[in-house]
């Protein structure tokens, strides 16, 4: 088996790679990657040496070099992690990603058409995509497999149209399509650009630790290992044509989050004076900022039997752990 993973020099990329390879001890990986600013090749250091593996930069968007890749390699099955997925980005610039989200998703599906053929059942193409798709919740609900889409940020709006046309392959050309979309993934190897890691970043600059508007925003935060064990499951057993939901049963305001790091912090590495949590700041809101998400993940749990495992305070602690040992080596 020969599987195309695409940005998989990114977060969850570069987390799934290794626990894949590992997993699927008969399978070789081909990591298509175009190493924007957000992708990391030293996140992959662990598999660099392994001959299952292999790296090709490049753009989803670049028919020839897909169609390349899939002769070349004989590709059996893509694992399509390849987006731009700052929301904050989306906004300032949304650009990159309508072409990458979604001129991306529908190059890499046309190379699946016309290299596996139509009708085919054996070959999976599965799309990795998120629960913003769904929008905003208020304080009450979850998210499900039912929820009528309502994206509303460039970001999410670009997402929900390469889920369509991910649905629209398997609907007219019966290709084996699968699509997850998860909640918000935290763990080792993530941008800096993300909250969690901002938070940690700014708490040991000793600068401002930036919360937008109120800080009661809520997200449904998911170990990114905890995620990779669910997108290994769907990919082997989820059903052709479905999506499933993957969410970490782990709801939080920001304003808690900044709160727990700091006092994680606060312990690991006492300042001298005060807390962390002096640092934190409101500042100005989010254009659009969705409010809540959270997911009702029963239907991944009862088909397949997965659930998130890992608990916030574990994971956070190595998240912290991973971040300390990478500005210990880089100027924070
Ligand atoms: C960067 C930053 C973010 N925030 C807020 C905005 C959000 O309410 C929350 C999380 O922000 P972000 O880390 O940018 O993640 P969010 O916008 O929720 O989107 C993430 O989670 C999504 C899944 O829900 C993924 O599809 C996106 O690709 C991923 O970026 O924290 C702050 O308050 N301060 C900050 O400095």
Redesign the pocket.
């Known amino acids: 088996m020969t599987t195309l993973v695409t940005g998989g020099a990114g977060f969850i990329g570069s987390n799934f790679i290794p626990y894949f390879l590992d997993k699927n001890p008969n399978t070789t990986v081909i990591n298509l990657d175009k190493l924007t600013y957000a992708g990391d090749l030293n996140n992959l250091d662990e598999v660099s040496q392994t001959n299952r593996y292999r790296f090709v930069q490049g753009d989803i968007c670049n028919q020839t070099l897909i169609d390349s890749i899939f002769t070349t390699h004989k590709i059996d099955s893509v694992i399509h992690f390849a987006a731009e ?4 980005k989306s906004i300032s610039n949304p650009d990159s990603f309508i072409k990458t989200n979604i001129e991306g998703t529908y190059t890499l599906l046309e190379a699946a058409r016309k290299h596996w053929g139509e009708n085919n059942q054996s070959n999976r193409f599965h799309h990795i995509s ?3 798709v769904y929008g905003s919740l208020g304080d009450s609900g979850f998210f499900n497999e039912k929820t009528p889409y309502a994206p509303n940020s460039p ?1 999410s709006a670009s ?1 929900a149209a390469s889920d369509f046309l991910v649905r629209s392959y398997y609907h007219t050309f019966k290709l084996n399509t699968i699509t997850t979309n ?3 993934n935290y763990g080792p190897k993530q941008h800096d ?3 969690i890691p ?1 938070i940690i970043r700014t708490a040991l600059q000793g600068s401002t630790i ?3 508007g109120k ?1 009661t ?1 809520v ?1 449904d935060w998911l170990y990114v290992l905890d995620h990779c064990k669910g997108i290994d499951t769907v990919f082997k057993k989820g059903r052709p044509g479905e999506t499933y939901l993957i969410g970490g049963n782990n709801e939080s305001t ?1 304003l808690s989050i900044a709160e727990k790091i700091c006092s994680i912090l606060d312990e690991l590495l006492p300042k001298a004076k005060g807390s962390y949590k002096d640092q934190i700041a409101f500042v100005e809101d ?1 254009k659009g ?1 969705d409010h809540r ?1 959270a997911i009702d993940a029963s239907k991944i749990g009862q088909e397949l039997h997965w659930r998130a495992v890992e608990s916030f305070d574990t994971g956070l602690q190595k998240t912290i752990k991973w971040y300390l040992s990478k500005y210990k080596k880089n100027t924070v």
Do not use: F, Q
């Open positions: 997925s700052h929301v904050d998120t629960d913003e970001y997402k998860c909640s918000n650009e993300k909250l901002t930036p919360i937008y800080g925003n997200r920001n989010r900022h998400y």
